[in-house]
């Protein structure tokens, strides 16, 4: 079982930066595969990025590849994501979750434990 935890959502002009974190409790978070997704009202919750186990393999949605970086420290059980020269359309609730797998997992379905979200508001 793994807790999630996520922190560092705002408000935030175009062009600007915010750093999400997700701070898990339970064992074994280096057994889990992390990820950030999205969603907006009345859309699906989309996928952002990715990390595997052991922090050496990344993956993105083309929408944020160059823009946004997903890193993680095992030792403190924290995953984040740093979001540069954030847009408008970035607004969404942000969510970390959780994937019993090695790999940097894309599938919403392939995660099992989720955060309860964190606000991100970018204006024009």
């Known amino acids: 079982q793994v807790q999630l935890v996520e922190s560092g959502g705002g408000l935030v002009q175009a062009g600007g930066s915010l750093r999400l974190s997700c701070a898990a409790s339970?064992?074994?978070?280096?057994?889990?595969?992390m990820g950030w997704f999205r969603q907006i009202p009345g859309k699906e919750r989309e996928f952002v990025a990715a990390v595997s186990r052991g922090g050496g393999t990344t993956d993105y949605s083309d929408s944020v590849k160059g823009r946004f970086t997903i890193s993680r420290d095992n030792a403190k059980n924290t995953v984040s994501l740093q979001m540069n020269s954030l847009r408008p359309e970035d607004t969404a609730v942000y969510y970390c979750?959780?994937?019993?797998?090695?790999?940097?997992?894309?599938?919403?379905?392939?995660?099992?434990?989720w955060g309860q979200g964190t606000q991100v508001s970018v204006s024009s």
């Open positions: 339970g064992r074994f978070f280096s057994a889990y595969a």
């Open positions: 979750a959780a994937s019993n797998n090695n790999y940097a997992i894309t599938s919403r379905s392939r995660y099992t434990y």
